[in-house]
């Protein structure tokens, strides 16, 4: 072992060396770092100038739903609207997809891109630039248009990206006709495309929304019922919670005289199977009412269970939610 120079204690030479381990971490660090190429940007990330006018610190997803309060007819707990997918939208630019469609073929986007030109009434394709054309122009296919886009204008299209071939769209969905010429279907043959299930404009207006048809006097003698049941039904099981029993008993009053009458909204119209739905409905306000009186909150509350069920059966049959938020009988209902 050699030997310790004057004025120095082991306790010096241990702090010293850890000293110099801790500096030459540090380094090996540093060079790793250094080592590590750039983060470059996401693919995905759009251009600022790409952005439509009125989009901006706007989220993607659900842009269709803007400034909308659709009825909801009381219901609580509603399934998502059709067409949404379980993964979240990739927000891209045109010019992204076309550049690398492979990586996006099958998934749910948000592409936003200026209208390059009306193919059909239901097709479109769009640009990255508005100013000129690049050539790399994404086929956009939607279900239904309300109002045509205007070519020049940025617009985003919302659905599922793919490589366009008539037959395997067909295959994947009925809700899309193509209406495209014979020379058209063989310039974007394999090429990127979007079956969009929203298209919104520049104005924020999803111009490819599915809007109910006007309502005839069958509908609207319906509605009436629906706008007393709906919050009669949510103003009671509110009021479970609370203990609430004269809020219940009244709702359950509202309740019970709404559902005689749709008993024979329904009878009129032959449909068996919502008369028994409304009596059973009926009886279980009926049942509510006379729980309360006892002081019998556990039954209540399953009574108020029962009734919620019976109007999800006749919903779900004979009531078709649009892109609106608004209910219409169901087609065939």
């Known amino acids: 072992m050699g030997s310790i120079k004057p004025g120095r204690s082991w306790g010096g030479v241990a702090v010293a060396a850890a000293l110099m381990m801790f500096v030459g971490s540090l380094a090996a660090q540093n060079g790793q770092q250094q080592q590590q190429p750039p983060q470059q940007p996401p693919q995905t990330e759009q251009p600022q100038t790409a952005q439509p006018e009125g989009q901006r610190g706007r989220g993607q997803r659900g842009q269709g739903q803007q400034g909308q309060q659709p009825q ?80 020049n204008t940025y617009i985003t299209a919302i ?65 009436k019922l629906m706008l007393q049941i709906g919050p009669a039904n949510t103003a009671l099981r509110a009021a479970l919670d609370k203990n609430e029993s004269k809020v219940v008993q009244d709702n359950a009053q509202v309740l019970k005289q709404a559902f005689t009458q749709t008993e024979a909204f329904w009878k009129t119209r032959g449909k068996a199977d919502a008369v028994k739905w409304a009596q059973d ?10 729980a309360v009186v006892a002081g019998k909150w556990d039954d209540v509350k399953t009574e108020a269970g029962s009734l919620a069920q019976q109007c999800a059966s006749c919903h779900g049959t004979y009531r078709e939610r649009f892109d609106d938020g608004q209910f219409r009988i169901k087609t065939g209902g």
């Open 281 to 290: 409905a009926r009886a279980y306000a009926e049942s509510i009412d006379r």
């Open 159 to 223: 659905g599922e990206a793919v490589k366009f071939d008539p037959d395997e769209i067909a295959k994947k969905s009925k809700d899309f006709k193509l209406d495209l010429p014979p020379d058209v279907v063989a310039k974007y043959r394999g090429k990127p495309a979007i079956l969009a299930t929203a298209v919104i404009n520049q104005a924020g207006v999803d111009v490819a929304k599915r809007l109910p048809p006007p309502m005839t006097a069958d509908e609207q003698a319906l509605q």
């Open 72 to 151: 909801q007819e009381g219901q609580r707990g509603q399934p998502p609207a059709p067409g949404t997918p379980s993964k979240p939208y990739i927000p891209l630019a045109a010019s992204t997809l076309f550049d690398h469609p492979d990586a996006y073929y099958g998934e749910p986007v948000t592409v936003t891109g200026a209208v390059e030109q009306k193919l059909s009434t239901l097709s479109f394709s769009i640009d990255q630039d508005k100013t000129k054309s690049t050539g790399k122009e994404v086929l956009v296919l939607a279900p239904r248009m309300n109002e045509p886009v205007e070519a």
